[in-house]
């Protein structure tokens, strides 16, 4: 029996528990100490895997739908998966060629061939229908549910807006919220209320294997976010009305403008010319926007809104508020009219169409008396005891009551203010502080520096139906399933103008449509319309026609502005469309005859085509890319390039003003 | 006392050791279940599963043990060289018809099990060993003696080696116990053996001039402490010296002669290089199995990262992931306690047998056991290199099972006979 060495058992014994001691310390370490082991083995399984709400639906006043959000599939591939394709036949239902499908897959294994990345965006529901079909077929390629915006009537492009992906920016701005592939509301109704079309973003924590592919929930969902579809809102347009404003407004430049006085909701936005929205939609998006912005009729200019021109005699309403209320006339008030408005000593005329002779302030804006308002302005400016200038300030003052000269809050980005020019304007350009009523006469008549949009120019009516006050005016009256209206536009705010000043007025507008006067054109069997023409001087071609209106005269329902570029008189075109379009929202018919409703529909007064391309080229190239003779451009006021453009009408050019 | 015998055939078995078998067995049959646990199909007795025939495995075990049992044990002994021969033959011939798993020639095909003959190579080999230094008339360890162990030892790991299955061929150099245990290596070797394998680890892992210079600290401490001795200084000079080389020697090695991808696997191991995807992947998965277990685990069939495949090989060689991802620490303790208390019992065991074949055979199966244990649990915590070594018992496969039974069970037969072979035969 060789037991000599039966000590070393015990050493043998030793080596083996210090080894296990070791092991045991070891693990210590990485599963209680150490929590970087933790957190990779989460890493390793976990994948958050987005799901993407619903936007917001918007709808009419009515309930009608004006976006709504269809259905689209993302194609999705993980390379590693796909195993035995048929790519003949997935070429085939996706209506790809095979150089295309080599060209995604490669582009989907650069990304990673584990993971799933996008092979195929957006592909239409009745593409997605066949392929669904044979995607058994096809492992590795799973669909993605997305939703895209759709527009059934093709309307209220520029008031609606687009979306599109987000870019590097609205990322960073957004403080983590948007990620690549997101979208955003680009323009219109679409950005002014993403915060609440948007919806939220659900997440699912999906635990994967180590080949990624899906297992489950991670912790039976403990961690999942639901997705929250986007607030709706509801529009205070009147898509019927809608319809009809962009038919009537079809191949010719211009902006209508409906609002009910009694809430300051839009009925009717036109700016034609339009696009069809549902261009700006899937995967044609970028052609199309690009195709739209090189467009030289700039369809995705919101002239509403963006588009500022001197008012025309429209504006004549507005003076004649302003006047009564600073005292310097009544309704009493006569003035002679010869033919035309002497000023500066008698050495310079603004003249009048006619020779209305001894004119009251209801004739006066019957018949759109410039020589009227020449006296009106003058009183304003010089005969209240003060300088020109303070004198002036006032006045300002008072038209920015009326909305003008400043934005008006509309639940839309990109509005302008307009242009009401500072006395300090006139005194530099004067010179000295001297000047009077003469220097700057044109106001008097809505022409000269000032700039007003067709919603302002809407507004003004609204005012006068309401008899001194407007809301802002806005688009969406409703929002998510309360249907709660925002705070701002429930606000009264008030014109400054005392409610009895402006029977007068009203009166002139009731006779110039109803008793020949010169909106005769807009007359409408039934409804007591009071309205205003309105001729705009344009240097550069044909005169842009404006009508504004309210209707019925006692308890208003609609006050309603139509701006035509370059169709001239403004009882010609602007008046009978804004008929129309009284008659069908008061009464749902339009009694118009039909050869004048023809002569709308059909009249085509876009620019013509210019002849002399190459000078128009060269002038781009040297001119800062603006075209003199397009239209957009002569009708936006901007006094600082007054000169260099000279597209606005010096007073001491008045010569021929219509009306 | 032959009443005695007769009547308690069964108290003289060791049941203790049974029961630390079974468990060991049982651990490993749930933590494959989890393993390789599908929801949809979550029968423990799937035979189509792993865990399903892992049940068969265990089952047939239990059988072979008992029938191992009641073999008479002196059949073992003389029986031994014959059963070394025969798994020589299936070595070879594993190297002529083998079907090649993972890289390894070392499976022969029989129906629907494979046999992988160098799982029997440690019983062959421990038998022979056992055989040949036990009939040694000679009392004292002797040169010849130990050389020609040494070559039964080295003529299966030769083959094993060629398949090339490096980690099996490792497992018989635990067989340095036994040797040492019957005084054919001194504890000094031991000692330096083990110094040389820990400066080797060391060297690579710390820049060499520091590692030579905290030599130098701690030989001069203990220098200092031995001062009175002058041999004592002069050793410790010796030692020192012989260290530096060594540990120069080691850095040239690794810099020169090993190729780039070797190095990178050595990095990988002693943490010196990040590749979770490259090299390292398997060992870097494995410490996030088991290190995100944290104290208690995350709960039977719960673990994440070895359900979802994250980490490979996860029912066999990876098999202790499963454990210390859904058991935690607390229960890879648990599980490290049973092996340990299974390796101290069979030392114990192999002190109270009677004749020096049981004894060494009790040391070689120890020692394997222990090898395995150490390397394979080792490996997936990342402190020593990753070698395809399964866990005893615990892993996944039949041939493993039923190699390591065996082993286990033949001791046992040894130790419940020992009273009577102790008086009756020799």
Redesign the interface.
């Known amino acids: 029996m060789n037991n000599s060495y039966f000590n070393r058992k015990f050493v043998i014994q030793g080596i083996f528990i210090a080894i296990a001691l070791v092991i045991v310390a070891r693990l210590f370490y990485i599963q209680v100490i150490d929590d970087k082991y933790l957190l990779s083995a989460n890493n390793n399984v976990m994948r958050k895997k987005i799901i993407y709400p619903a936007r917001g639906v918007i709808l009419d006043r009515n309930g009608k739908v004006l976006v709504q959000n269809e259905p689209v599939y993302d194609i999705m591939v993980t390379p590693r998966e796909v195993k035995d394709l048929d790519t003949l036949l997935l070429c085939d239902l996706l209506g790809i060629d095979t150089l295309d499908f080599n060209v995604r897959m490669k582009k989907a294994k650069a990304h990673s061939p584990y993971r799933a990345s996008q092979f195929m965006k957006q592909v239409s529901s009745t593409v997605y229908a066949k392929f669904q079909e044979h995607l058994y077929k096809f492992r590795g390629f799973y669909p993605l549910n997305r939703t895209v915006r759709s527009y059934p009537d093709s309307i209220a492009a520029q008031f609606l807006g687009y979306i599109q992906e987000v870019n590097d920016r609205d990322i960073e701005k957004s403080s983590g919220f948007y990620r690549p592939g997101d979208y955003i509301g680009a323009s219109g109704v679409e950005r002014a209320y993403e915060e609440l079309l948007r919806g939220k973003r659900g997440v699912e924590n999906q635990m994967v294997d180590a080949l990624n592919r899906p297992q489950g929930s991670f912790m039976e969902g403990k961690y999942d976010t639901l997705a929250v579809t986007g607030d709706g809102l509801v529009s205070s347009l009147d898509k019927d009305l809608q319809i009809l404003a962009e038919k009537l407004m079809k191949n010719k430049l211009g902006s209508v403008v409906a609002i009910e006085p009694s809430t300051g909701e839009i009925l009717s936005f036109v700016s034609s010319p339009s696009y069809n929205p549902n261009m700006m939609v899937g995967r044609e998006l970028g052609n199309n926007y690009m195709k739209l912005l090189n467009d030289e009729t700039k369809p995705m200019f919101i002239r509403p809104i963006q588009a500022s021109y001197p008012p025309g005699s429209v504006f004549k309403v507005v003076s004649a508020l302003t006047a009564q209320q600073a005292g310097v006339i009544n309704d009493q008030t006569v003035f002679y009219c010869p033919g035309g408005y002497r000023y500066g000593g008698g050495r310079a005329i603004m003249r009048c169409t006619h020779v209305d002779g001894a004119t009251g302030l209801v004739k006066s804006i019957k018949m759109s008396c410039n020589t009227y308002y020449g006296y009106v302005y003058a009183k304003m400016i010089d005969s209240r005891g003060m300088s020109g200038p303070k004198a002036y300030d006032l006045w300002k003052e008072a038209l920015g009551k009326f909305g003008l000269g400043h934005k008006l809050g509309i639940d839309l980005p990109g509005e302008k203010p307009g242009l009401v020019p500072t006395s300090d304007f006139y005194t530099k350009r004067y010179g000295s502080g001297n000047w009077r009523s003469g220097f700057n006469i044109s106001l008097s008549i809505g022409q000269g520096e000032l700039g007003i949009t067709p919603l302002q120019m809407a507004n003004i009516m609204a005012i006068v139906a309401n008899r001194g006050f407007y809301y802002r005016p806005h688009l969406i009256k409703g929002i998510g399933e309360k249907q709660i209206v925002k705070e701002e536009f429930t606000e009264k705010i008030s014109a400054g103008v005392d409610a009895k000043y402006y029977e007068a007025v009203i009166e002139g507008m009731s006779q110039a449509v109803n008793q020949g006067g010169t909106g005769a054109a807009s007359k409408i069997a039934g409804i007591e319309m009071c309205g205003k023409t309105g001729t705009v001087q344009n240097p550069h071609g044909e005169n842009h026609a404006v009508f504004f209106a309210f209707a019925p005269r006692v308890n208003p329902k609609i006050a309603i502005a139509v701006f035509v570029e370059n169709a001239g008189y403004g009882g010609t075109w602007a008046a009978p469309i804004a008929s129309m379009m009284v008659e069908k929202y008061l009464k749902d018919t339009i009694s118009l005859p039909k050869y004048i409703q023809d002569r709308i529909y059909n009249g085509n007064l876009m620019p013509k085509p210019k002849v002399k391309k190459e000078e128009t080229i060269k002038k781009d190239s040297t001119k800062n890319n603006k075209p003199k003779a397009e239209p957009v451009r002569t009708a936006l006021v901007d006094p600082k390039k007054q000169n260099e453009s000279g597209i606005l009408v010096h007073h001491s050019q008045v010569r021929r003003i219509h009306e | 006392m032959n009443n005695l015998q007769k009547k308690s055939f069964f108290g003289r078995i060791d049941w203790l050791t049974i029961g630390l078998w079974l468990a060991l067995c049982l651990i490993g049959w749930f933590n494959i279940h989890a393993a390789v646990y599908d929801p949809e199909n979550p029968g423990l007795f799937n035979l189509a599963t792993n865990y399903g025939k892992q049940s068969i495995y265990i089952f047939t075990a239990l059988i072979i043990g008992i029938c191992i049992l009641i073999i008479d044990s002196r059949f073992f002994i003389s029986s031994a060289p014959i059963i070394y021969i025969v798994v020589i033959l299936l070595l070879l011939a594993v190297l002529v018809v083998g079907r090649n798993v993972g890289g390894n020639q070392a499976w022969i095909p029989l129906g629907s099990f494979r046999l992988q003959p160098s799982e029997f190579g440690k019983l062959a080999t421990c038998l022979l060993l056992a055989y040949y230094l036990s009939n040694q008339t000679n009392?004292n360890p002797n040169m010849k003696t130990l050389f020609i162990g040494i070559c039964i030892v080295l003529f299966p790991v030769a083959l094993v080696m060629l398949q090339p299955d490096t980690g099996s061929a490792l497992a018989f150099f635990s067989l340095v116990?036994v040797f040492?245990?019957?005084?054919y290596v001194s504890?000094g070797l031991?000692i330096i053996g083990g110094l040389a394998i820990l400066l080797f680890v060391l060297a690579l892992l710390i820049n060499q001039w520091i590692l030579i210079g905290c030599l130098a600290l701690i030989c001069g401490f203990f220098a200092f402490m031995m001062r009175k001795k002058r041999k004592n200084l002069i050793n410790m000079a010796i030692l020192f010296v012989v260290s530096s080389v060594y540990i120069l020697c080691v850095d040239f090695a690794y810099e020169q002669i090993l190729q780039p991808h070797q190095r990178n696997r050595i990095d990988i191991i002693l943490g010196k290089m990040d590749d979770p995807k490259g090299q390292g992947y398997n060992l870097n998965?494995s410490?996030?199995?088991?290190?995100?277990?944290?104290?208690f685990g995350k709960g039977y069939l719960q673990g994440?990262?070895t359900?979802?495949?994250?980490v490979p090989e996860q029912s066999t060689d990876f098999i202790f992931c499963t454990v210390?991802?859904e058991w935690?620490?607390v229960g890879?303790?648990v599980l490290?306690s049973i092996?340990?208390a299974l390796?101290?019992r069979l030392?114990?065991i192999?002190?109270r047998q009677?004749t020096?074949f049981a004894r060494i055979y009790a040391?070689g199966v120890?020692s394997i056991l222990?090898f395995h244990f150490?390397i394979n649990?080792?490996m997936t915590?990342?402190?020593v290199p990753v070698i395809g070594i399964p866990l005893p018992f615990i892993s996944y496969g039949g041939s493993s099972l039923w190699s390591f039974t065996i082993l286990l069970f033949i001791l046992l037969r040894f130790d419940s006979a020992r009273k009577g072979t102790a008086v009756g035969l020799i």
């Open positions: 009392k116990f040492y245990r019957e005084g504890t031991l998965q410490m996030i199995a088991i290190g995100s277990g944290q104290l994440t990262q359900k979802y495949n994250f210390g991802e935690g620490f890879s303790v490290i092996y340990v390796l101290v030392v114990n192999a002190e009677r020096a040391y120890a222990f150490f649990i080792g915590i990342g402190i």
